[in-house]
């Protein structure tokens, strides 16, 4: 008999959302682990102290990119939570579903259960969101969505200034049009604080006696009886031990650390694997290709009048709001990252939008790694292009489970690619120049003047670009024998294991990726329940 009916490794959204779910039957026992620690640290639920933890090394994981032109020959760092909750422990906390035909593109290469159909629904399931509930939008559900509430003249010159280059108004910046829209974001926030997944999902069903939590615990690899899964090694305070007994295995590590465990656990490319002293278990070589990411562009102004929030970050401001955010009041502590978004297109033709632009009331000190503000009144957008065709890699150079894969992004490897970075740059531009915020610019500080070309622009993605942090594919699902993982998320060539999180999504969604990953996550365990019941 076995111990767990579902050992699943890693307690990022997908699987916080798994263990919520799958543990509701008090007959099915859940094992959830967690390389990282606990989340009791309070940077991590105070919105704004996301900067603080995201450099914390005790709760990230770094992966390292190889050096490559499409980021100037430099090494990128890549960031992503090592912590219950994962990445949504300590990510900007916006709330983007995607568009409808990114899930229905999904189903296209796998399989219905995953078409905005399914997904829409799995959405209504998971929220409860202020706005209350519609077609898609949920009120019930176990994670809270709210909407900003501060509002001051700068970020509504910011609103006006999209109305008057032709962006649509919506109430719900999600609700699930194709429109050209820019408006207040919707955000994993409630009450002041940080709506993680492991906020939403794991507080409520930690009493469960079906549901274990493991943390500082790192898997080092699936065990095998044969192909079949049957547990897992971990590594725990220095010292190895194994974890059998499961009825199934569900690797949920997200789209840099996932394959890294397969390739351990021997399912990847036996040209990868054989050098490393690794057996074959199942011969893949698509583990670990596929990686899509956005490639994302800071660009800053300088504002003619202190209207920006900059200088409320220093000094006896930044004092004052921190206070205010213990005491309990509204403060600018409680902010998400990007509290405005806009959708656009590159190319008017286009039948939906294809860029997204993430507006901010502040501008960052670029010189010191975004860690403070810049001094004098700023602000800035952060805009990539949200469908990208380039793909990239990502692999295991070492057995060691702590030490993060190495990855090369391939950036704009397409011209299509190149073609969509250039157009949102233009795009950007022109939407600065729209009243009523024209008014406020004083110059533009970066990219800057010297970036103008077509080519000059690419160059700036390249040297001053940035990842968006959404990494997917690397774990493709699919329809075909070459996917990594067939449309119920098994495993190919193997048996009782399954992968739920990024790295499965054939393609990326238009937009941030922790939504829709908790959307699928809460689909994928209606999918394995339905599986356990035939």
């Known amino acids: 008999m076995a111990k767990y009916d579902y050992i699943i490794a890693g307690a990022g959204a997908a699987g916080c959302v798994l263990a919520y779910r799958l543990s509701e039957n008090p007959a099915i026992r859940v094992l959830l682990i967690e390389a990282g620690p606990s989340d009791s640290h309070p940077f991590i639920h105070m919105p704004k102290g996301l900067a603080k933890v995201m450099s914390d090394p005790r709760h990230i994981w770094a992966y390292a990119s190889k050096p490559e032109p499409s980021t100037a020959g430099n090494t990128e760092v890549w960031v992503r939570g090592r912590v219950l909750g994962g990445s949504s422990s300590i990510n900007g906390m916006m709330y983007v579903r995607g568009q409808p035909a990114d899930f229905d593109a999904i189903a296209e290469v796998s399989s219905d259960d995953w078409s905005w159909r399914h997904i829409g629904a799995a959405y209504r399931a998971l929220e409860n969101h202020e706005l209350g509930p519609d077609e898609t939008r949920g009120d019930k559900g176990p994670i809270h969505i709210t909407v900003p509430d501060m509002r001051d003249e700068l970020s509504e010159a910011q609103i006006s200034a999209g109305y008057a280059m032709g962006l649509g108004s919506k109430v719900d910046m999600n609700a ?23 906020k939403a999902f794991l507080d409520p069903a930690r009493s469960r006696p079906n549901l274990t939590i493991l943390t500082d615990t790192t898997v080092e690899k699936v065990l095998f009886q044969g192909n079949r899964a049957v547990g897992v090694a971990v590594l725990s305070a220095g010292a190895r031990r194994e974890i059998r007994g499961a009825g199934e295995v569900i690797i949920a590590g997200g789209a840099m650390s996932s394959p890294s465990i397969l390739e351990r656990s021997g399912v990847g490319d036996p040209a990868r694997l054989i050098p490393l002293g690794i057996p074959v278990v199942h011969a893949n070589p698509s583990v670990g290709e596929n990686l899509i990411e956005h490639r994302g562009l800071i660009m800053q102004w300088k504002l003619k009048r202190d209207i920006s929030h900059n200088k409320y970050y220093d000094g006896w401001r930044l004092l004052w709001s921190t206070a205010k955010y213990y005491l309990g009041l509204p403060s600018l502590m409680s902010a998400a990252s990007y509290e405005i978004v806009a959708w656009a297109k590159t190319d008017p033709g286009l039948n939906r939008p294809d860029m997204q632009m993430l507006v901010a009331p502040f501008s960052f000190d670029l010189a010191n790694n975004r860690l403070t503000l810049e001094k004098f009144p700023g602000m800035h957008v952060t805009v990539y292009p949200m469908r990208p065709n380039s793909r990239g890699r990502i692999h295991i150079d070492t057995l060691d489970p702590d030490a993060p894969a190495r990855f090369e992004p391939n950036y704009h490897a397409t011209e299509a690619d190149r073609r969509a970075l250039i157009g949102a740059v233009k795009v950007v531009r022109d939407y600065v120049r729209q009243a009523p915020l024209a008014k406020l610019i004083d110059c533009e500080t970066s990219p800057g003047p010297a970036f103008r070309s077509d080519d000059e622009i690419i160059d700036a993605y390249d040297r001053l670009g940035t990842c968006a942090y959404h990494a997917v594919g690397s774990c493709r699902m699919g329809k075909d024998e070459d996917s990594v993982v067939d449309p119920a998320l098994r495993v190919r060539g193997v048996e009782g294991l399954r992968v739920m999180d ?33």
Not at 176 to 198: C, F, H, L, W
Not at 509 to 520: E, I, K, L
């Open 176 to 198: 699930p049009t194709d429109e050209v829209s820019i408006g207040y974001a919707p955000r994993t926030v409630y009450k002041g604080k940080r709506q993680s997944a492991a």
């Open 502 to 534: 990024t790295s499965i999504m054939p393609s990326i969604p238009s937009g941030n990726t922790n939504g829709p990953t908790m959307a699928m996550a809460w689909r994928a365990a209606d999918i394995i329940l339905r599986d356990r019941a035939a």
